[in-house]
């Protein structure tokens, strides 16, 4: 019996690295979305992301108010106040806000790993207006993302 759980246990490991590699594969070569739950601001459909407009609206407050000074906790706070839900119908966290700053998917690009590649969606925020967060992010003390090119 142990014998036969150790091998079991070997091929799911194998498994594991096959996926893995396959997926580091796709994301080399510029293969489409790569297993991720649906960032908030879009919707999924055939394939492909795209843009819900009443969450679009928020992605844009919240890199505005960034960039004109609120902190991470005042913009959970302010989206908290006003009941506005997160993707899975709870509450902001600083976190979820700063995940939200830092994705380069909401200027048109995937990532996985260390892997950032153009996406066919369309995107919420400007390159210029993503690479400005990076800075202000960096001016905060903060670690920012890399970012973009043009």
């Known amino acids: 019996m142990d014998i036969i759980q150790r091998i079991a246990q070997l091929e799911s490991e194998q498994i594991g690295e096959r996926v893995y590699i396959g997926m580091e594969q796709k994301a080399k070569t510029n293969g489409g979305v790569l297993g991720f739950n649906i960032p908030y601001g879009y919707y999924y ?57 830092k994705n ?24 210029a207006d993503f690479n400005e967060i990076q800075d202000v992010i960096a001016e905060r003390g903060g670690r920012p993302t890399r970012k973009l090119e043009k």
């Open 45 to 101: 459909s055939d394939g492909f992301l795209y843009i819900n407009k009443d969450e679009a609206i928020v992605i844009e407050n919240i890199y505005t108010w960034y960039k004109n000074g609120r902190s991470l906790g005042e913009i959970a706070k302010m989206l908290n106040d006003e009941k506005i839900p997160t993707k899975k119908e709870g509450i902001w966290a600083k976190k979820t806000v700063s995940t939200i700053l």
């Open 104 to 127: 380069p998917l909401y200027c048109g690009y995937l990532h996985w790993q260390e892997y950032v590649y153009k996406s066919g969606h369309r995107p919420i925020v400007e390159i």
